[in-house]
C-alpha cells in the first residue's frame, strides 16, 4: 500500500515529462521535414559561380519544391552530388537543355581548340 502511494506521487511528474519530451521530439520531425524534403540551408564554395557567389564562400538556402512541379531552366542554379565524394555537393548553372548545342574550350588561355556537346 505504502508503495502505490510513492507511485502515485511521481504520476504527475512523469507525465509532465513525457509531455515536454513527446514536444521536443514532434519539434524534431518537422524540423527534419522541413531541411529534407522543403528547404535547407547550404555552404557553398569555390571558383565555379563567381561573381554570383563569393569565393571564399556563401551560405544559401536551397529548395527542393520547385523542380518537381516545373522543370528546370537556363540560369538556373542547381545543387549536384558530387560523383568523386558523395558527401559533398557542387553549385552549378544550368547552360544548356536537352536539345541544346554547346561549346566550349577546354583551356582557353592554350589554345582556339573546343570541344561541342550535343
Not at 505504502?2 to 513527446?22: H, M, P
Not at 540551408?41 to 559561380?49: A, D, I, K, R
Not at 571564399?56 to 549536384?80: N, P, Q, Y
Request: hydrophobic letters at 40%.
Amino acid at each position: 500500500m505504502r508503495w502505490l502511494r510513492y507511485l502515485n506521487q511521481w504520476r504527475g511528474t512523469a507525465k509532465e515529462a513525457f509531455d515536454q519530451v513527446s514536444i521536443v521530439a514532434k519539434f524534431l520531425c518537422l524540423l527534419h521535414v522541413t531541411d529534407r524534403y522543403i528547404i535547407s540551408s547550404t555552404h557553398v564554395q569555390g571558383p565555379s559561380m563567381l561573381p554570383t557567389l563569393n569565393l571564399t564562400g556563401d551560405v544559401i538556402l536551397a529548395e527542393h519544391l520547385s523542380h518537381r512541379f516545373s522543370k528546370i531552366g537556363l540560369g538556373d542554379i542547381v545543387l549536384v552530388r558530387s560523383p568523386t565524394n558523395p558527401t559533398r555537393m557542387l553549385t552549378k548553372r544550368v547552360l544548356g537543355l536537352e536539345g541544346h548545342r554547346l561549346s566550349y574550350s577546354a583551356d582557353p588561355l592554350v589554345g582556339v581548340d573546343s570541344v561541342s556537346v550535343v
